[in-house]
């Protein structure tokens, strides 16, 4: 807890207050459009998350379609995001040279507390991945790609089942897949299941994907707290 306090102290600047608002404010622009694209398919607006789950059909002309569908989709915004992505990182930067650090990367590794590594010990992290999990990555697309007798294995392969079996539809809907995620959190703890039933009393939970809905788990720093004091 004190190197904590330490590394905040050592950290703040004055002149980054008014900074660290501004990326907070241009990285939620980022969710915003995301959460605003979408596709239609057979006369029904799908949201990227929705129009995802058809890259499972076993019909490898409609992943094809709905792959390229998505991604014409996210490059209508292709020159926002850009510039977006260029003014955040010109206001890192700054914000790392305001605290005396060379880029921020060096910046964010104490911001972030990361005292037991180094960004040397992620590029052997890299190397190890690039030497050892690459190729068993490459054997297993050449093992679907055999599996599903293609001539070539292309980017909308990659989720269908290998063995072309239809896709599995668990959760008909947001309840069941709830009460089903509460089955499991009660047999692993009956903490966290309580937790879970308690969210759902509070109306606290939204998974359902909708339009204007950004993607992601903006509440995963809760479960991790709830984690952390159920390890206490």
């Not at 949201?47 to 014409?72: F, G, P, S």
Request: proline letters at 5%; glycine letters at 4%.
């Amino acid at each position: 807890m004190l190197r904590t306090i330490k590394t905040g102290m050592k950290l703040y600047r004055a002149e980054n207050i008014p900074l660290l608002t501004e990326v907070t404010l241009d990285a939620q622009q980022y969710g915003e459009r995301i959460s605003n694209m979408s596709i239609t398919r057979a006369a029904k607006k799908l949201t990227l998350q929705e129009a995802a789950l058809h890259l499972e059909a076993t019909d490898r002309k409609v992943r094809e379609e709905v792959y390229n569908q998505i991604h014409a989709r996210r490059l209508e915004d292709e020159t926002a995001l850009d510039d977006l992505y260029s003014k955040l990182v010109r206001q890192r930067h700054q914000i790392a040279q305001n605290a005396g650090f060379h880029n921020f990367r060096d910046y964010t590794f104490v911001s972030l507390q990361r005292f037991d590594y180094t960004p040397d010990d992620c590029f052997t992290l890299h190397q190890a991945i690039q030497e050892a999990v690459v190729p068993v990555l490459n054997d297993l697309a050449q093992r679907r790609q055999e599996q599903l007798q293609l001539p070539t294995l292309r980017p909308w392969d990659h989720a269908v089942d290998p063995t072309n079996q239809p896709p599995l539809r668990p959760c008909a809907d947001t309840g069941i897949l709830i009460e089903k995620a509460t089955q499991i959190l009660d047999k692993l703890d009956p903490y966290f299941g309580n937790c879970l039933r308690t969210m759902v009393e509070m109306k606290r939970l939204d998974v359902a994907s909708r339009h204007h809905k950004a993607p992601g788990g903006y509440n995963r720093v809760l479960l991790n707290l709830l984690c952390d004091i159920r390890s206490c």
